[in-house]
């Protein structure tokens, strides 16, 4: 099954309203229309924006989906702080980061609160990005295969086939987020396939081979298109790179013609 490349962009705190709207249409220009066939493109946007996304790409029929950096696992009430699915699918959101490791790391995230937040996504007609991966020490005694497979099971708890159709995982390897220092595409490729064969395991061999599986970690416009040639990676969970609109549009058109 031929899957095609998401390119997802994390704006994580960065870029306000206003500076929302010259970044993204930066992109929309810099992007040759053809490549839009190629490769689908994402925004992750902080909340603060996603109004200001939704009004643009609306107004202007722009051809990217955006989504939201976190989501809770509470549909509504006494949650101070949190943004339900409810709200977020009134706003058009198509995606919702979960289990990022920024979030696991400074707020404590868990694998249990992670496959509660995807199933909350899930409920309001939003696709999760389930993120996981490991730390350097973990990469270092060489136990990262059964590291990742195990946090991505127990990230995917309670989830049905059908949920995980709708699903995309993120592998990003915690030593290389913001340092600089990227996988390799064959280490990237490493763990995508075996993060495929414990969704061909829970899910079944149609849902596997349509699941998309991305690389996130120092992504980069020279790097992306080695990586997306990998059989099992299926695109990129970008950080700084998809802050400048020209730059992230040359990411994109590289990712779809490494596909």
């Not at 790409?57 to 696992?73: M, N």
Request: glycine share 10%.
């Amino acid at each position: 099954m031929a899957r095609t490349p998401l390119i997802a962009g994390n704006w994580k705190m960065n870029l306000d309203h206003k500076e929302a709207i010259g970044s993204l249409q930066k992109f929309a220009f810099s992007l040759p229309k053809e490549y839009y066939e190629k490769v689908d493109v994402a925004f992750m946007v902080p909340f603060t924006d996603i109004r200001t996304v939704q009004t643009l790409v609306d107004g202007d029929d722009l051809q990217f989906t955006y989504g939201a950096q976190d989501i809770s696992k509470h549909e509504s009430g006494a949650y101070t702080g949190e943004v339900s699915g409810k709200m977020l699918s009134a706003l058009g959101c198509s995606w919702a980061v979960v289990g990022h490791s920024e979030r696991r790391e400074y707020h404590g995230e868990t694998d249990k609160l992670v496959a509660e937040k995807a199933a909350a996504a899930l409920a309001n007609g939003i696709s999760p990005i389930v993120c996981v991966g490991e730390p350097l020490d973990v990469r270092e005694k060489g136990t990262h295969i059964d590291s990742v497979v195990t946090q991505t099971r127990n990230s995917l708890e309670g989830l049905s086939a059908e949920d995980l159709a709708k699903t995309v995982i993120a592998y990003e390897p915690v030593w290389a987020i913001g340092t600089g220092k990227v996988a390799s595409a064959e280490d990237a490729q490493e763990v995508c396939a075996a993060i495929r064969q414990l969704v061909r395991e829970l899910g079944g061999d149609e849902v596997a081979e349509g699941i998309r599986i991305l690389y996130g970690g120092s992504v980069k416009v020279d790097s992306i298109a080695e990586i997306v040639g990998k059989p099992d990676v299926d695109g990129g969970l970008v950080g700084g790179a998809s802050l400048k609109g020209e730059e992230f549009a040359k990411l994109a058109a590289n990712a779809a013609q490494g596909a």
